[in-house]
């Protein structure tokens, strides 16, 4: 382990994970997503993570969840909870994945997302970039997304948050340009799936984040924390919204 300063947690319990829910709800969030840094749930933690989606449903919201690995039976579990979207990102190239996660293999990523489909569940899946990778490992990683059988419904592109005492920590920077250009390239690759720009925000610039719209990205995460990360304030990204004249969608039931 790293001495990153984060401390594990217990998990959330479920009636605080639905008043979450329902705040971000009436905020303008149509889909709610829930993390636990897991490398795969324990049978302990399937109940709980369960009551979390038919709770979060019963709010009409769509669902989603990012637990690690799952297997045949957990995916067929979380599918009859509910559960519309399961988040699973692939990170990086199979080339590179070695690079930065020994914990796991590119094709226990590939197998989860396999299991998650057969399940009925859609998927969201996506990467990091800004680890020390090359042009060509953004291209390969988004070239394995769009030859899955299915298209992700979802891909969140995720722009690498240097955390101190991580062997990442003092990684280059990626350029503002060059992550525009992936998401671009997740646009043209997989033209129906939604693009979301992910974590990292809090240090793009408004009109790093406006190029990004305009290449192609048309969802963003919301919320105080994605998983271990800061993310912007609702009310900033509401007010970007307004001076790029775009209009979040409306959730069904709110006004």
Known sequence: HHESGLTASKLMEVEHVIAEARKARDAGATRYCMGAAWRNPKPRDMEA???????????????????????????????????????????????????????RNFADRLETLENVRAAGIKVCC????????????????????ANLPEHPESVPINM???????????AEPIAPLDFVRIVALARIL???????????????????????????ANSIFVGDTLLTASNPEADRDMELFRRLGLQPMEVEGTS
């Open 49 to 103: 993570v369960v009551a979390m989606v038919k709770g979060v449903k019963a709010l009409g919201m769509e669902t989603c969840m990012t637990l690690g690995m799952l297997d045949r039976a957990q995916s067929e579990q979380l599918s009859h909870a509910g559960l519309d979207y399961y988040n699973h990102n692939i990170d990086t190239s199979e080339r590179y994945y070695g690079e930065i996660i020994t914990t």
């Open 126 to 145: 996506g990467g990091i970039v800004g680890m020390g990778e090359e042009a060509d490992d953004r291209i390969a990683m988004l070239t394995t997304l």
């Open 160 to 170: 690498l948050i240097p955390i101190p005492g991580t062997p990442l920590a003092d």
């Open 190 to 216: 997989m033209p129906r799936s939604v693009v979301r720009l992910s974590a990292g925000r809090t240090a793009m610039t408004d009109e790093m984040q406006a190029l990004c719209f305009f290449a192609g």
